[in-house]
C-alpha cells in the first residue's frame, strides 16, 4: 500500500492520541492513607503532613481526644476500624454468640480469627451499642467496617473456609426469610439437608446477612454523624478464588454490597497470601470493574508494609503502594504504619511516593 499524504497526516494525528493516551494526567489522590495507631511513626519524630500522609486509620477502640487533636494538627483526617463480625471479647462470656458448623458443633477459632454467628441479637446490640458510643464521644470522618464476613480465615497463607452457621437464630432466620420450611432432626442433619437442597438459597441468605449489617451500621451513622464515609475492609479475592468462597463461605456479594458503601478497601497483602507484587495492581483492577456502575464505591486498597511472613523491602513496598494507587483506585492506605516506621527504607519511600502524589 501506497501512502498518500492524508494518510500520512491521519497516521500522525493517530500516534499522536495514541501516545497521549498512553500518558494520562496524573491522577490526583483523595487518600494518602496510613492504617494503625500512628504512635510508632511519631516516636520517630516524623509529622503526618511531612510525610504526605492525609488520612488515618485506628481501630475505634483506640481513639481519644489527643489522638484526634494531633491527627487533625497534622492536616489528616481521622477513620476509625469498627470490627464489625470479629466475635473475640464477646463468644467467650455469651457462647450463644459463637458460631455454629455444619456438624452442629461450636466452631473452633480459625488460625487467629474467632467469628461471631451474625443472627444473635444479643451480638447484634452490644456491637452496634459500641458504635453509637464511639460516635458520641469522637468526630471521626468515617467507619471502616472490618470483619464483616461469616467466620473464617482469609488473611493467612492457608485460608481456613467452614461451613457456618446453623445456630437456632441463623435457622430461624434462613427459613423465615427463604420460605423454606426446615425438616425435624439434629442440627447436623439439618444443616445436610440445606446443603445438599437448598444450597443457592442459603448462600444468597448469607450475603444478605451482610448487607443487613452494612445497613445496620449505616442507619447508626446516619443518626449520629451524618455524611460520614462509610468504607469496608474485604477479602481481595476474585470470583474464582478458593472456588468462590469469597461469596460462598465469607458472604461477600461485592455487586449487592457496592452502592450500600462509599468506599471499598480491598485487603491486598500480597505475602501473606503467597501472591506476587503486580497481582495488587490485578486484584485493584478487577474490583473496579466488578463493582462499575452508577453507584460504585471508591476504591482505597490496603497494600502490605508489614514483613510477615516475610520481609518486605523498600522497593516491593514502594511498588505495590503504586500498584494499590493504580486504575480505578483514589486512594491508598500501608498495613500498617508502624512497619513502616521501623524501617528507614520504608519510610524514605513513603515520604517520596506520598510527597510526590500531593503535589499532582
Ligand atoms: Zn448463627
Not at 420450611?181 to 447436623?188: E, Q
Not at 497470601?273 to 485493584?284: D, I, K, L, T
Not at 490496603?302 to 510477615?308: K, R, Y
Request: proline share 6%; with cysteine; charged share 25%.
Amino acid at each position: 500500500m501506497r501512502y498518500t499524504g492524508a494518510m500520512v497526516r491521519f497516521v500522525c494525528v493517530l500516534s499522536i492520541c495514541v501516545v497521549a493516551g498512553a500518558q494520562p494526567a496524573p491522577k490526583r489522590l483523595e487518600v494518602r492513607g496510613a492504617y494503625s495507631h500512628p504512635g510508632a511513626f511519631w516516636k520517630t519524630g516524623a509529622r503526618l503532613d511531612e510525610y504526605g500522609i492525609n488520612a488515618v486509620f485506628v481501630h475505634g477502640g483506640s481513639i481519644n481526644a489527643e489522638l484526634a487533636r494531633r491527627v487533625r494538627g497534622e492536616g489528616a483526617r481521622l477513620f476509625a476500624e469498627f470490627a464489625t463480625l470479629n466475635g473475640k471479647g464477646y463468644v467467650e462470656s455469651h457462647p450463644e454468640a459463637r458460631p455454629v458448623n455444619e456438624r452442629g458443633e461450636k466452631a473452633p477459632a480459625a488460625t487467629w480469627f474467632l467469628g461471631a454467628c451474625p443472627t444473635e441479637p444479643g451480638f447484634r446490640a452490644w456491637r452496634l451499642k459500641q458504635l453509637e458510643e464511639l460516635l458520641d464521644q469522637h468526630a471521626v470522618d468515617g467507619v471502616w467496617m472490618d470483619y464483616l464476613h461469616w467466620h473464617a480465615q482469609f488473611e493467612d497463607p492457608q485460608p481456613v473456609l467452614p461451613e457456618t452457621c446453623f445456630s437456632p437464630t441463623c435457622l430461624r432466620e434462613f427459613s423465615r426469610a427463604s420460605g423454606i420450611r426446615l425438616p425435624g432432626g439434629s442440627v447436623a442433619e439439618q444443616a445436610r439437608w440445606i446443603l445438599a437442597r437448598h444450597d443457592r438459597e442459603w448462600r444468597e441468605w448469607r450475603c444478605g446477612v451482610i448487607l443487613d449489617w452494612i445497613r445496620a451500621v449505616r442507619a447508626v451513622m446516619e443518626r449520629k454523624r451524618p455524611g460520614i464515609l462509610l468504607g469496608s475492609y474485604q477479602c481481595p479475592w476474585d470470583d474464582r478464588d478458593f472456588g468462590g468462597a469469597r461469596q460462598r463461605i465469607l458472604g461477600l456479594d461485592l455487586k449487592r454490597m457496592a452502592p450500600l458503601v462509599d468506599v471499598m478497601s480491598p485487603m491486598v497483602y500480597h505475602a501473606r497470601m503467597g501472591r506476587p507484587g503486580e497481582w495488587v495492581g490485578e486484584a485493584v483492577e478487577w474490583l473496579g470493574r466488578t463493582v462499575a456502575g452508577p453507584r460504585a464505591p471508591r476504591i482505597w486498597p490496603i497494600v502490605q508494609a508489614h514483613g510477615d511472613p516475610r520481609e518486605i523491602s523498600r522497593q516491593e513496598f514502594a511498588r505495590v503502594l503504586e500498584l494499590g494507587r493504580s486504575g480505578p483506585a483514589t486512594g491508598v492506605m500501608m498495613f500498617t504504619i508502624g512497619s513502616v516506621a521501623q524501617d528507614r527504607g520504608k519510610m524514605a519511600a513513603l515520604k517520596e511516593l506520598y510527597g510526590a502524589w500531593a503535589r499532582e
